[in-house]
């Protein structure tokens, strides 16, 4: 499956986002996904995850309350959005869709990855 992200852009602190993930190729609606995102010279690190049916959502602390995995399987995308914005939110963004059997959270449950988008955030 070949994934494409979009949305990131430059914002102020407080400010919104939404993330987009679309997909082509296999059936999107059978992979579980993700996002991660990787902040200058900081690790990869995980911030979202759904279930192939929407009906399960995980996050990591630093964005729950704040951010929201959406997806429409009917349109094979894959949603991020984000508010309350902070400057340590700045990094790149990828999503990325599950292919092994692992918790949400590690990166290495997932097979398929985009590109990535740069989301920066000003104080």
């Known amino acids: 499956v070949q994934l494409q992200a979009s949305g990131g852009g430059l914002v102020q602190a407080g400010g919104s986002l939404r993330l987009s993930c679309a997909a082509s190729g296999r059936t999107f609606s059978s992979y579980g996904m993700g996002w991660f995102r990787r902040a200058p010279g900081k690790e990869r690190e995980f911030v979202a995850a759904?279930?192939?049916?929407?009906?399960?959502?995980y996050y990591a602390d630093s964005v729950k309350g704040r951010a929201t995995i959406s997806r429409d399987n009917a349109n094979d995308t894959v949603y991020l959005q984000m508010t309350t914005l902070k400057p340590e939110d700045t990094a790149v963004y990828y999503c990325?869709?599950?292919?092994?059997?692992?918790?949400?959270?590690?990166?290495?449950?997932?097979?398929?990855w985009g590109q990535g988008t740069q989301v920066t955030v000003s104080s």
């Open positions: 759904i279930t192939w049916s929407g009906g399960s959502t």
């Open positions: 990325a869709a599950r292919t092994r059997r692992a918790p949400a959270q590690l990166y290495y449950g997932y097979g398929y």
